[in-house]
């Protein structure tokens, strides 16, 4: 089913900065969240962000320690298969929160237009990385499926170019 085939992503939307007076203090999430990241959200402006990955890494764990358990089983060729694919899952989705918590420092820095003058090389740098990141987190928010995420062909590339 389509629940099923979504149950390995989770995201939460991230919504515009707002700073308080005085502050530096920036909102940093909606109180949206969603277990399969079907969030029927369109605000302008919210990004969704990936959350409960811990979950997903315990599971990941989980699934390793049963293939491992079968491989003595006559499949071993393709239980050596899943290992992989598994394997993909867990270094891209590691790969992916340092990427989004990266993006979520430098989204804090850039949101002044102070530093924006004061950097502006740097500025249209985040700018353009910042475009790719929303992209990329609005086409994981059509298709939550963590597998189908994180397996794209070019996935681990991109990421680690953003």
Not at 53 to 69: G, M, R, Y
Request: glycine share 4%; aromatic share 6%.
């Amino acid at each position: 089913s389509e629940s099923s085939s979504r149950r390995g992503s989770a995201y939460r939307t991230r919504g515009p900065r707002r700073r308080t007076s005085g502050s530096s203090t920036h909102s940093k999430h909606s109180s949206m969240e969603s277990s399969t990241g079907a969030s029927s959200d369109s605000t302008p402006g919210m990004v969704p962000i990936l959350t409960n990955v811990e979950s997903i890494f315990e599971t990941l764990e989980h699934h390793h320690a049963l293939l491992c358990n079968c491989a003595t089983n006559s499949f071993s060729e393709d239980l050596g298969k899943w290992q992989k694919r598994l394997q993909t899952l867990e270094t891209v989705l590691h790969l992916w929160m340092d990427v989004q918590r990266d993006w979520d420092e430098m989204e804090d820095i850039f949101a002044s237009g102070d530093v924006r003058a004061i950097l502006p090389k740097e500025s249209r740098i985040f700018t353009s990385a910042d475009q790719s990141y929303r992209q990329l987190m609005k086409e994981v928010k059509s298709n939550a499926n963590i597998y189908q995420s994180t397996s794209k062909s070019g996935r681990t590339e991109f990421l680690t170019k953003l």
